[in-house]
């Protein structure tokens, strides 16, 4: 048996396990429609949970980070790539996207010479692909898959975060557009389907919070098919994703300096060293 004393040493090594994530630690913030309006109370109700928009500013211990795309410069939008790391690295925000694709886009302004809404991949694009905050699109090219991974904003601090959301365009198809989410030893927590709405134009909201910051990665499936000039297929963009604030993770020596310190307090209390 624990003795009192070498529980309160694990508690102040940190070590003591957290009870396993159940299905009343998650909430789920769905919705569907037509326009803006239709998905405005979802949206609304994840940005509460998770608290104060933090913008591009300092590390905070709380609140959430924002995504819109509209603040991308031209020269990093349609038809130029975006970095993956853009939103760690010029507009600091902790998240940093990768793709099995070739990179990633964000589309262009109105009047710029380059289609809006990712035209200048499909010219049925613009009217069928709508905008949650004007005007800017973000998808992967050559995949439709987008992995956002978390750092402590403006480092190369791995950090987990509360909850991950993601405004969706055009989502027809009940299945193929998902979000997974991962914890840094890469176990799945959770997976949603988006909510669809068939035709075009249409907007899907899909959010996911947790009591705790555990998120280290997220998967995002977008339609069936990467965006082409191709016909016949579930196309998806993404606008807006809403996430909390990137809370940092013990770097390795750190974990193996804990457990290290388990093991010497497990040897004592074996050898009576640690009173009763």
Request: net charge negative.
């Given at each position: 048996?624990?003795?009192?004393?070498?529980?309160?040493?694990?508690?102040?090594?940190?070590?003591?396990?957290?009870?396993?994530?159940?299905?009343?630690?998650?909430?789920?913030?769905?919705?569907?429609?037509?326009?803006?309006?239709?998905?405005?109370?979802?949206?609304?109700?994840?940005?509460?949970?998770?608290?104060?928009?933090?913008?591009?500013?300092?590390?905070?211990?709380?609140?959430?980070?924002?995504?819109?795309?509209?603040?991308?410069p031209a020269g990093f939008s349609d038809?130029?790539?975006?970095?993956?790391?853009?939103?760690?690295?010029?507009?600091?925000?902790?998240?940093?996207?990768?793709?099995?694709?070739?990179?990633?886009?964000?589309?262009?302004?109105?009047?710029?010479?380059?289609?809006?809404?990712?035209?200048?991949?499909?010219?049925?694009?613009?009217?069928?692909?709508?905008?949650?905050?004007?005007?800017?699109?973000?998808?992967?090219?050559?995949?439709?898959?987008?992995?956002?991974?978390?750092?402590?904003?403006?480092?190369?601090?791995?950090?987990?975060?509360?909850?991950?959301?993601?405004?969706?365009?055009?989502?027809?198809?009940?299945?193929?557009?998902?979000?997974?989410?991962?914890?840094?030893?890469?176990?799945?927590?959770?997976?949603?389907?988006?909510?669809?709405?068939?035709?075009?134009?249409?907007?899907?909201?899909?959010?996911?919070?947790?009591?705790?910051?555990?998120?280290?990665?997220?998967?995002?499936?977008?339609?069936?098919a990467a965006l082409s000039n191709l016909d016949g297929f579930d196309?998806?963009?993404?606008?807006?994703?809403?996430?909390?604030?990137?809370?940092?993770?013990?770097?390795?020596?750190?974990?193996?300096?804990?457990?290290?310190?388990?093991?010497?307090?497990?040897?004592?209390?074996?050898?009576?060293?640690?009173?009763?």
């Amino acid at each position: 048996m624990m003795t009192p004393r070498l529980l309160t040493l694990l508690m102040a090594t940190g070590i003591v396990c957290a009870a396993p994530l159940s299905a009343s630690a998650i909430a789920v913030y769905s919705s569907s429609g037509s326009n803006a309006a239709s998905i405005q109370g979802s949206v609304d109700g994840f940005r509460a949970d998770l608290g104060t928009n933090n913008l591009a500013n300092a590390p905070a211990t709380g609140g959430r980070r924002e995504i819109n795309w509209d603040g991308v410069p031209a020269g990093f939008s349609d038809p130029n790539h975006l970095p993956g790391n853009f939103f760690n690295s010029n507009s600091p925000r902790g998240a940093v996207f990768e793709t099995p694709g070739s990179g990633f886009k964000v589309s262009a302004n109105t009047g710029v010479g380059t289609p809006e809404r990712f035209g200048s991949i499909n010219p049925s694009f613009p009217s069928s692909f709508s905008v949650f905050s004007s005007q800017k699109l973000f998808t992967a090219i050559d995949s439709n898959i987008v992995d956002v991974k978390f750092f402590v904003p403006g480092t190369t601090q791995a950090a987990n975060v509360r909850g991950f959301g993601s405004v969706f365009t055009d989502v027809d198809l009940l299945g193929p557009t998902t979000v997974e989410f991962f914890d840094m030893n890469n176990n799945l927590l959770s997976k949603q389907t988006v909510l669809n709405t068939p035709g075009a134009t249409s907007l899907s909201f899909l959010g996911v919070s947790l009591e705790q910051a555990i998120i280290n990665r997220v998967r995002i499936t977008a339609g069936n098919a990467a965006l082409s000039n191709l016909d016949g297929f579930d196309f998806v963009a993404m606008d807006d994703f809403i996430y909390g604030e990137p809370q940092a993770v013990p770097a390795p020596a750190a974990v193996l300096l804990l457990a290290s310190g388990l093991a010497a307090l497990v040897w004592a209390r074996r050898n009576s060293l640690l009173p009763e």
